[in-house]
């Protein structure tokens, strides 16, 4: 007797959570028709036995590897080839049960894919024989050992897979046509099959062929609709769950109680909607609801709440289509989500593991600016977040939104500055609030009012006033009071007792801070006080003392700093100091003094290291400007995450990182923050199959008899030997972050690494037996070392078959004896007359050998001669360039590195002064040495004339005026055959009335040095000579203060060979040597540039000319 105890259930609707909240929130990628699928309704899902996943749609079979589709169509022509386009339901195999794939029709019956040979046998239904399936209608398909199990909209249907014969079933009640349409099939234990009916729900009995009915009703008389069971799942408290057109039921088959689950208007936490089209059970036994109209639900069973996902046309990660024909959990636990045209989602649930939250322009109570620079979690556990633009956030959880805090001119208790950089509670519990440009606030939570600290606006000094208003760090010590690193003011101490602040900055004292652009404080374990600078290294606060002890980086020490940026500092919990460099990752060590330092040769992403946090199994988690990485101080191995992997970007920001009381660690950049359990940052376990998925010959894909990945060999002629080979690693957590690694056995010596590439290519190959193997792993380098291969035999042509070589080696030979008989009897006669002739040429080489000697010292003359006017040449060149003791008059601290390759450079740097304003030029000439010298020659004397006579100051119009002399001294109109010749050229002009800097560029950029960071501005890409897209010159032009520095350099320097592989110094060396030496008197600086590429290029002949110019303003 069916119990009829039915409950209606109500739920919370989905918003977005945070990382602790119950309902997680889901983003989605999708599939779709612009990723090759066939169309876009996909009815069913599944994953066979090596990996690929495969889509029923309606118009055709989809195969996917996680890159590309392949489509399987009907083809009429071709009785092996699908027999129907619109399909239902698809099944594989279990390996042991055979491991086929098995397609079921919505006219055209079953199919059965022969993996082998890429082809389909099908199964039809026909009225006069009873052994044929009982419909063509198949909807679905569930599998034995020897048996499948068929659903029809004509019965039940047993498919024997060795006689390929079928047993009809047709079900008692009363209802006889409705109840025939079966939907669904699931097993129990008991030799039954549980059938999801048009007339309710039925227990088939196998053995005795007989069946029961069970039928549902809310109460007021059984409902039709209620009855229609489009599916069916069981879980493991043998509960059946049931998707009908009029809710969700839930069956207890031991009572056979039951409860109904339906949508109720105005209630949120109800079932979206009331036709259940599919339910998955997950291995997590969540129960996953797919509906018509309503999105996928998912069902908490504890609250008995549902969560409810749908479309939303605003947001580029929700579900493609509300209505829901498909669920299917694959092998790695992600979720695949079928839709009616909208294609396939897909939800991975190790994507979600690093929580996002960014401004959305939709949303007034999202965070409020993207650009994170500050993270604090205060004693209550309420998370506050600083903006570079946005002011202060407090994040409220639990509705999921932020408050605002920004600054309003017109309010003098608001927020001093809206770029909020530091945030800190004291232990009385009061707010500090470290603005970049305000000055410090602080905060009263309750009001929310601010009280500002800031810098004399006289500039007046005073214990009364902060130093700098660019404050970057704020922490207490353990007595109290706090310590504020600025940018440009050191670092105050500042008693929140009496108001005062004392103030520590740089000086000739070499016990001073080594820098007043501090950027971070922190206090260790012991109650040591470290300072990080921007430049000047890290300091050491020594109590004792009242001073400091400063690490700086040392170019000829590898045990000092990696870098002497500074961007973070913290402490592990065995008391090792960390820090974050603009260089490396930098452990001290408290024993020796010194410094290991960890970099991108250590697999980081790169060398700038933002931020640091420690978890709670000791690994240290850093923030970079490429992404985040996990390093193990224990093994020194570092795993990467990068956007790919949901981070907010993998720029992340100085200052933006916190650890939470409950040990969740939060890391800022430029588009938002991540939130993340760094113990549910669990690598990727699962072991991906490889499989060939394509071959190609000289550019064209190959199609064989047998599927590729199931050949075994392939044969080629000797006209065949470029050959290609497509492969893939059949993981879908991020397919993008797949590796591979592949050998040709008989070509390779060793395995290939070719990282994220899915190809390998081999040309030209010589007649022989080769095997290809390859190996991959998934996104977290989990490695199939069996990987896949296939044997290659390229037979060789006729003329390379052994006996042919034999036959033509003996002919040859015949031939070779046969010759060498004629010609020593042709010898033997010449030597008879040359015998006559020797004492003739005798006489004739004498002659002949004076002649040479004679014509020798004639060339030695002239080489002598051309040595003398090339040496000559040089010293008008030098007198031409600049005089030192002219130059230092105008700019005293500067230096100019002038390295010729050849005795005259095609280099050149020039300096004038016209108008109380200063032109400082460096100039790379096509070619070097005589060529060079010349342009060089030129170019000196056109400046000359532009400069010193028409008084043109602007580099703007130098260069314009410049290019217009050359092009008409070389006649350069853009014919053909006409000289190229030019230059690439950098021009400054100093204007010291009201110190500025302008520039302009022919290809050749200027580094401009402002607050210890190099700036890089580019000049126009077109030379000074005739160009086929000539535009007029460019001007930049800057502020500057005393002790800027600029550089401008010909391409010789970063272009030079050498280091141990023999390869250029290039550009990024270059500025980071030149970042390093920026506090180092110019002469120095010239003296450790020249060192520095002596060193590089050692043996290796200088290759070009080398100018570099630097000067201090």
Known sequence: MLKTNFILLSILTLTQTY???????????????????????????????????????????????????????????DSNSISDNVLNHLYVDPPEHGGKLWIATRGNGLCKFDETFGTFKSFYAYESDIESLSSNNVKFIAGEKDFLWLATTKGLNRFNKKTETVERYMLDNEDYSNSNQVNYIIANKNNGLWLGTNNGLCLFDKGSGKSEFFHFSTGNGQQKSLNIINTVQ????????????????????????????????????????????????????????????????????????????????????????NNILSIYQDKTNILWVGTSLGGVDKWNRAAEELSLFRHNPFDENSLSSNQVRSIYQDQKGRVWIGTVQGGLNQWLKEKNKFKHYSHKPNNP????????????????????????????????PETGKFKTYKASNTGQVSDRYLSNNHVWRIIEDKKGNLWIATNGGGVNVFDPETGSFKVYKNSENPNSL????????????????????????????????????????????????????????????????????????????????????????????NNAMMGILEDQKGFIWVSTNSGLSKFNPETKKVRNYDIRDGLQSNEFLIGSFCKTKNDLLIFGGINGFNVFDPERMIDNPNLPSVVITGFQISNQYVDFDTIISNKKMIVLDHTQNDISFDFVALDYIFPEKNQYKYKLVGYDKQWVDIKFKRYATYTNLSPGNYTFKVIGSNNDEVWNTEGAEITVVIEPALWQRLWFKITSTLFFISLVLLWFYLRIRRIKKQNEQLEKQVELRTAEVVMQKDLI???????????????????????????????????????????VLFKPKDIVSGDFYWVGQKNGKTVVVAADCTGHGVPGAFMSMLGISFLNKIVNEKEITKPNEILNRLRENVMHALHQTGEENESKDGMDITVCTILHENMRLQFAGANNPLYLVQNNEIKIIKGDKMPVAFYDHMQPFKLHEFDIQKNDIFYIFSDGYADQFGGPKGKKFMYKPFRNLLGEIIDKPMYIQKEILDKKIEEWKSNIEQVDDIVVMGVRL
Do not use: M
């Open 19 to 77: 990382i602790l909240s119950q309902v997680p929130n889901i983003k989605f990628e999708h599939i779709s028709l612009e990723d090759g699928l066939s169309q876009s309704s996909i009815y069913s899902i599944v994953q066979d036995n090596k990996g690929f996943l495969w889509f029923a749609t309606l118009d055709g079979l989809n195969k996917y590897d996680g890159y590309s589709i392949k489509v399987y169509r009907n083809n009429l022509a």
């Open 234 to 321: 069981l879980d493991k408290n043998k509960t059946l769950w049931l998707g009908t057109d009029n809710g969700l039921i839930r069956f207890n088959t031991v009572t056979n109680e039951y409860q109904i689950l339906q949508h109720i208007i105005n209630k949120p936490k109800s079932l979206s909607s009331n036709k259940v089209t599919s339910i998955v059970i997950d291995k997590d036994q969540i129960i996953w609801v797919g509906t018509e109209k309503g999105g996928l639900c998912r069902y908490n069973q504890e609250t008995k709440e549902f969560a409810v996902y749908k479309h939303d046309a605003s947001i580029r990660s929700s579900l493609q289509n």
């Open 413 to 444: 208790n608001g927020l001093s500055h809206n770029h909020v950089r530091s945030i800190l509670e004291d232990s009385k519990g009061r707010f500090w609030i470290g603005t970049d440009g305000g000055g410090v606030n602080r905060f009263y």
């Open 514 to 605: 080594s820098s007043n652009n501090a950027t971070t404080v922190f206090e260790d374990n012991t109650g040591t006080i470290w300072i990080g600078t921007y430049g000047g290294g890290i300091n050491k606060w020594d109590e004792k003392t009242k001073s400091f002890i400063r690490y700086k980086h040392d170019l000829e020490n590898e045990k000092s700093i990696g870098n002497d940026r500074i961007c973070a500092i913290t402490e592990d919990s065995k008391g090792r100091i960390w820090v974050g460099t603009k260089g490396s990752l930098s452990l001290y060590n408290r024993k020796n003094d010194e410094f290991e330092n960890f970099d991108e040769d250590d697999n980081f992403p």
């Open 853 to 895: 000697e004679q014509h020798l010292h004639e060339i030695s003359e002239q080489k002598r001669e051309i040595t003398d006017s090339i040496v000559y040449a040089k010293r008008i060149q030098t007198a031409a360039l600049p005089v030192d003791k002219f130059a230092k008059e105008i700019i005293p601290e500067h230096f």
